[in-house]
């Protein structure tokens, strides 16, 4: 008898261990394999449809995970429009750029046809993110589920979580510590930085009144024809490619690039100075692997980061709006 109670009791002890230990950040892989096991299918079947049409599609997933996870939480908080009362975070100048907002609403109407309420906004904002990395050619990082949607804005310290294009790297790295990435998990994210475009809003300060002396001169000619107002109209849409040698690939040229100096933004170009974070940065430009399986890494912990789940937040209808509360 004695023995049985105690075997119960060792029973209960593990479980609980393994529960726990499964998943301490509330998340846990494949959360919809009840509820809605097409909803990876879907979202992955979404993210190749829209990149067929709009190859920059991936460049914003990518990008969204970053903005949304790093501020605090990912819950999709990032999606949400302004309302009389709040600012959203769309509209900060951080936010400067980012595109394509209204396709994820393609996603979630597909995935609500088949599942309608399950699935959340902060769960489509991840796994477009994780597969738009594989549509750009970059990792398949497999993620945890779980995430639900947080109704409110965080735009009020929005500026506290995301460094600026000119932030030092001291700041930068500090900013990635508060959230358990470490100097080559920074290093390996910034390879980001190898797809997509930066406006001239961002670079004109290294262009004029004269052109930074740290900049490739080879590189220059390039910049300043693309940006040939030292006070860019913020209407006109005049950018430069963050990676001119593969700027639809998320691939290790980016490391290469910035060694040379051809780094377009003041932190690219840091990443490449910085005693810190240049040993990383020269392995990176040397290995693809080592690239892809720290970013892996560091993607898996930036999504992990601070979710919403059990009984906090909701499951929003649409990724734009809250749902109203009765
Ligand atoms: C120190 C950290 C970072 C800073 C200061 C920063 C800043 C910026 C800026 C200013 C742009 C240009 C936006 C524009 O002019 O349109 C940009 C583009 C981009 N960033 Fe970052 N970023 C950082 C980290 C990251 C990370 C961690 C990711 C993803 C994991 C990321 C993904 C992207 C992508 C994909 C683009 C191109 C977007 C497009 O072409 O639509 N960035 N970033
Ligand atoms: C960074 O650039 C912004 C303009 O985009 C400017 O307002 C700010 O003062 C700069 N910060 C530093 C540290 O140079």
């Not at 997933?61 to 939480?73: A, G, Y």
């Amino acid at each position: 008898m004695g023995f049985k109670v105690l075997f119960f009791f060792a029973i209960l002890f593990f479980s609980a261990v393994c529960a726990f230990a499964e998943d301490n950040s509330g998340l846990v892989m494949d959360y919809y394999k009840d509820t809605c096991p097409q909803a990876e299918d879907i979202i992955r079947e979404q993210v190749k449809l829209l990149y067929k049409r709009h190859k920059n599609t991936a460049f914003s997933w990518l990008r969204n995970i970053f903005h949304d996870c790093f501020v605090e939480s990912c819950d999709a908080s990032l999606l949400l429009d302004s309302t009389r009362r709040m600012l959203s975070e769309k509209e900060t100048d951080r936010s400067f750029g980012m595109r394509n907002f209204r396709y994820i609403e393609t996603i979630k109407e597909a995935v609500e046809r088949e599942c309608p309420g399950v699935v959340s906004c902060a769960d489509i904002l991840v796994l477009s993110g994780r597969d738009g990395i594989v549509a750009l050619g970059g990792p398949y990082v497999s993620l945890k589920t779980g995430r639900r949607d947080g109704r409110k804005s965080r735009a009020d310290i929005l500026e506290q979580h995301l460094p600026d294009h000119n932030e030092s790297m001291s700041v930068v790295l500090e900013r990635f510590a508060n959230v358990g990435i470490n100097t080559p998990g920074v290093v390996a994210l910034l390879g980001a930085h190898s797809v997509g475009r930066t406006h001239c809003m961002k670079l004109v300060h290294r262009l004029y009144p004269e052109v930074d002396p740290q900049l490739n001169p080879d590189h220059v000619p390039h910049m300043l024809k693309k940006c040939p107002d030292p006070i860019p109209d913020p209407k006109a849409v005049q950018y430069v490619r963050n990676d001119r040698g593969t700027p639809m690939k998320l691939d290790n040229n980016y490391y290469r690039n910035i060694l040379e100096n051809k780094g377009l933004m003041l932190v690219d170009h840091q990443l490449a100075m910085d005693k810190r974070t240049k040993p990383y940065v020269k392995k990176m430009a040397k290995s693809q692997d080592y690239f892809f399986k720290e970013f892996a890494r560091a993607i898996t912990i930036l999504t992990e980061n601070n979710p919403l789940t059990g009984t906090k937040g909701e499951i929003r209808k649409q990724c734009n709006l809250a749902n109203k509360l009765h």
